[in-house]
């Protein structure tokens, strides 16, 4: 258990727009099982303004290598949720 910050930076292009993307974020073991987490960051796409972004997430652990996700990403673009499985290696 614990806690731990990140940093991620991302370009892309496709469909013919490039954009990137920057944030900072932190997370948080509760228990062996369950994790939680949250980020802010900056989303910029071509020929447009920059957009702030939030995220936060949730993660079951039913051992070291599966994890049950859910997650949320809102910005003034639209918002995002995710649920997945997330698999360790």
């Known amino acids: 258990m614990g806690t731990s ?3 991620n930076l991302s370009a892309a292009a496709s469909f013919g727009i490039d954009t990137w993307s920057a944030d900072v974020g932190v997370r948080h ?6 994790e939680i987490g949250g980020k802010i960051g900056l989303v910029k796409y071509e020929n447009r303004d ?10 079951y652990h039913f051992n070291e290598s599966i994890a ?13 949720i995710s649920v ?6």
């Open 50 to 59: 920059s957009v702030t972004e939030y995220g936060v997430h949730a993660l």
């Open 68 to 80: 049950a996700l859910l997650s949320g990403e809102f910005n003034e673009d639209g918002d995002t």
């Open 5 to 7: 910050a990140e940093f």
């Open 84 to 89: 997945g499985v997330r698999y360790h290696f």
């Open 29 to 34: 073991r509760l228990t062996d099982e369950f």
